[in-house]
Nanobody, 125 residues
Framework: QVQLVESGGGLVQAGGSLRLACAAS????????MGWFRQAPGKEREFVAA????????DYAASVKGRFTISRDNAKNTVYLHMNSLKPEHTAVYYC??????????????????WGQGTQVTVSS
């Protein structure tokens, strides 16, 4: 059983930055492609970013490309989401997820088997 625990969320002013972290345990982290998703109030969960096993390839939603960066440290079993130039519309609960079967990048939540509990990001104007 893979367990994922997010941290790093909080309240930040527009234009600020945050770094989210997701620590994995209970499995072989370097064998999982990882993703970040978010869910704003009243909206469906949406894809934010994904990264392959070694971190060699990444994918981003158009709305965050150039602003957010996903990275991973397999020695620390941790995936990160660096968020810069934040806007109020980035306010959401952010979730990390592990893709157990398949190593390619995916934007579909159904492709991810394990999920963290989420961390709240609130951007004030």
């Amino acid at each position: 059983q893979v367990q994922l625990v997010e941290s790093g969320g909080g309240l930040v002013q527009a234009g600020g930055s945050l770094r989210l972290a997701c620590a994995a345990s209970g499995g072989t982290f370097s064998s999982y492609a990882m993703g970040w998703f978010r869910q704003a109030p009243g909206k469906e969960r949406e894809f934010v970013a994904a990264i392959t096993l070694s971190g060699g390839s990444t994918d981003y939603a158009a709305s965050v490309k150039g602003r957010f960066t996903i990275s991973r440290d397999n020695a620390k079993n941790t995936v990160y989401l660096h968020m810069n130039s934040l806007k109020p519309e980035h306010t959401a609960v952010y979730y990390c997820a592990a893709r157990i079967y398949g190593s390619s990048l995916s934007r579909a939540p159904s492709m991810y088997a394990y999920w963290g509990q989420g961390t709240q990001v609130t951007v004030s104007s």
